[in-house]
Structures are given as C-alpha cells and as structure tokens.
C-alpha cells in the first residue's frame, strides 16, 4: 500500500476538501457550547456597538444642533456604557476562544499521536520524521491559531458587516447599493483568488516540512558528516530545501497579502462615493448633516471589517492548508487489518509459510512464491547474501507486513487473525538496530510486558537470576537503575542489543526472532547469550538470521535465502557452500 503523504493527487486533494471541512465541523461540534456562549455575547456585543453610529448621529441632529449641553451628556454616558460592556465582553470572547482553540490543539496533536501509533512501519519507511514533526507540531498550530485568534474576529466582522450593511440600506436604499458595490466586486475578487492562496500555502507547508525533515537527518547523521568530513554535501542540501522553502514562502507570502491594499482601496471608494453622493442628498434637502456622518461611519463599520478580514481570510486559509495536511494522516487506515479467526489445523507446525509473495512499495519482488515450515521448539538460521530477503522474511514471521500475496499461518491460525497483543506475547523480536526508550534500563526491559510491569527492582532482578540474564545485567554500573537518554552516545550499540535481549527473552514467547541481534557484541558475551537462549522453555522456537558461522552452526535447520527464494540447505556445510557459490557466481 502506498502511504507516501507527499505524492497524493492535487485534483484528488480538491476532490476531498469537502469531506475534511465536514470532518474539522465534526471535532468543532465537541465545542458547540464554548462556541454557542461566545456567538451570544458576540450578537450582543455587535448590536451594541452597531447602535455607536445611530447615537453619534442622533445627538448631532438634536443635541448639539441645538446647544443641549445636557442631551449631549446622557448620549456620552450611554456611548460609555456601551464602550465598557463591549471591553467586558471582548474579554470574555478572547478567553473563552483562547481556550476552545487550547484543546482543539490538544485533541488535534492526541488524534494524530493515536493514528500515528496505528499505522504500519510501511507508513514510516515513506514518510520523514521530520516531515511528520511539521505536520503535528506546525500544521496544527497554524488551527489552533486561527480558531483562537482569528475565528472570533472573522464571525464578529461578518456580523458587523451585515448588520452595517442593513442601516445603509434602510436609511437610504439608493446610496447603500452605490455604497455596497465594491464590497460585491471583492466578493467576486476573493472567490477567484482563493484557492490559489489556499494552493499556495499548502506549499509552503509541503516546504517548510521537508526542511524540518533535512534538519532532522542532517542532525541524526551528524556523526557521519563529521566522520566523513562531509558539511558540504549537508550544507548544500539544507540550502536548497531552504531555498525551495523560501520560494514558496515569498510566493504565498505575496497572495497573502494581496487582499489587504484590494480591500483598503474599496473601502476608500465607497467612502468616496458616500461622501460626494451625501453631499449631494444634503443640498437636495433630503440628509442632515448628522445623518450623514451617521452614514459615514456605518459604511466604515461596513469596511473596517473587510480590511480585517483580509488578513483574517489568509490566515483561514493557511488553517486549511494545514488540515488538508493533518486529515491526510487521520484519513490513513492501516493495512494489518485483523481478520476473523478460521478454524486452526491440528497439529500444525508453529509457523507456515504457503504461497508467499511479497514487495514492498513501487519495488521489485522481494520473495517469489516461498512455502516453508518451522516446528515448536526448534532452532532455525537463515543465511545468504546481503539484501537476499532475510531480514524480510523475519518481519513477515512476525507480521510486520502482510504477504502481497499467500499466507502465513501462526499454530494454524492465519497471523492476521491474531490481535496485536495475542501476536506479541507468541513472538518476540530483536531488531538489527534496538530502540531504547529515555529511562532507566528496568523501565526498557519491562515495556510492553505485563507480567513484570509492576515488579519492584528486587523481584525484577530475581526473575532475571532465574532465566541467566543477571551476567548480562553485571555489565551495567548501576543495574536496572542505569539511565539512558534516547539517541545519546553514552551507551553503545552492543549494549543497546544486551538491553533489547533482556526484553525479549522476559516476555517468555513461544517464538523469538534474532535479526543480527550479535552483530555488535564481542565473543564472550555471545557465548553468555548463548547460555540465556539454552535456558529458554523447550517449546520455544528460535529463528536466527546472522553472517557468524559460529552463531548458526548449531542450528536444528539451516535455510539459504537469495533472489526471492528460500532454500532448506540441509548441513551447515551445504549452506556454507550455497553461500560460497553465491559468491563465485557474482
């Protein structure tokens, strides 16, 4: 399955705009009373302030045109009262979005965590980290800003626009369509721009999220540009993304701001056409003067907004861009979907390869038509050239993928069948390079293992006498207690492996998979793991893939993989000579 987040269809983004804008309404609906208490206040608050031009106006006609000094003061006091229950409730707006736009952050970032954590490792093989980085960090903190910032603004601004647009029609019908006609030719202005300006950020988001991938690997691999001496090579990539990011930032940045002098430059029109036209009205008899400025700031209660929302536009459609960017992780479905169990076959082997074919994404065949068994309790090796499909055929045994085609089949049960946990608790696996958590080494070896999650370091150490990894352990200064600081140089890769062995074994499986799991550990530790794996339970299956002749010379079965086959090679001296003529061959 293709998981690549960077290669989809742009007609096939557009196509699903709709749908995800109905998916965002989903998650704003777990705000509906937030957001109901703040369109109150707001509707409120709008009525008040669009009454401001009505009075001022009033008050000129009938207070100051006559010198009432005391009409003019109970018309000051009111617009003061208004001013400060406006201020209370601007407020209250700002805190409550504030908050509504905190923990749509919050369950933005936990949604995409959670799906993350559901995908496939094929998901992650396509997709840099730094890129995934981008989307959770920035892309969903460009919503939590508009829905924090920006939403209040742009919903009080459409509400000052209608009701200023309804005084101007209904105190003069004439001079409120001359009035409102710029605002239909930006209307018509903004629909044809925006999605471009939508096109555009998402863009730069693409860019900015490959920067941060570049950063990500230049810094991961940083000891190899040093080892190398390779800045250069570093230097001059991060200069293109950077340069690429700057393309796209300059580029959006442009359309961005085109709204904002469009819309001033209406604005000024229409004041303009208000002005002459009112001037007009006045000479004809038909305005007074009070009316007029009433009218004036009407129209400016009417445009003062569109040049707000300008900037607010732009900052709603970068909010889009990146929900297109974060639904496109949400929308993904994991393709190790469990099925319903079948019937088991009796006295099955413990694994059964049938049919197998299997490629990873837009890439060759990596096995062709594969059938094998391995029985309980029995030790396997797979040995063959380098990129032969070992390390495949391990991660097919412990369904880090699915076959493209044929089954694999666990007691009997097709694997797919089995639950994430019931597949772990039967199969352990030693990866050719271990991941360790930032803790101590107790809190690594116990993860994701029930049984000991809440042993105290005494009885943990107890149980580790018994199955012979205390010698393992001794190797570490402070034992359990030995911190480690994920990606820190302070613990080697051979100890990460020890680390990672103690995991494994602890969670007792019925099937435990080494992919070069001594590679980087020297010969008499082997021979103390070697010691650990002989103490194992006899039912336990062991599946061995190593290029140390020693590490697989002692192995019940040996198998030859190479060119998409796998081969029973019989003696350990037949897979040496199928490994010698491999060579000879090439």
Known sequence: MNYNLNNTDTNEQQSTSGKRLLKLLAYIKTEHRALLGVFGIMVISQTLTITVPYVVGYTIDHYVAHKDFSGILRCAGLLLAIFLVNLIFAYSQTLMMGKVGQRMLYMLRSALFVKLQELPIAFFNQNKTGDLISRINNDTDKMNQFFSQSLVQFASGIMSMIGAGIFLLSINWKLGIATLTPAILLLLFTRILSPLVKKRNAANMKSTGGMSAEIQESLSNFKVIIAFNRRDYFRKRFDQVNQQNYKTATAAGVLNNIFNPVFSFCSQIAMLAVLAYGIYLISAGEFTVGLLISYLSFSTYFYNPIRQLAILWTNFQMAMAGWDRISQILELETDLKVIPAGPAKENAPLISFQHVQFRYADSKEILKNVSFNMEQGKTYALVGPTGGGKTTTASLIARLYDPTEGQVLLNGRDIRSYTPEERTRKIGFILQEPFLFSGTIQENIVYGNPTYADYSATQLREVMEKVGLDALLERFEDGLATNIVSGNDGISLGQKQLIAFMRAV?????????????????????????????????????????????????????????????????????????????????
């Open 506 to 586: 602890l969670r007792n499986p019925d099937l435990l998979v080494l992919d070069e799991a001594t590679a980087n550990i020297d010969t008499v530790t082997e021979q103390q793991l070697e010691a650990v794996l002989k103490k194992l339970p006899a039912h336990t299956t062991r599946v061995i893939i190593a290029h140390r002749l020693n590490t697989i010379e002692n192995a019940d079965e040996i198998f030859f993989v190479n060119n998409g086959e796998i081969t029973r090679a019989g003696s350990f001296d037949h897979a040496m000579n199928m490994l010698l003529q491999h060579e000879r061959n090439t």
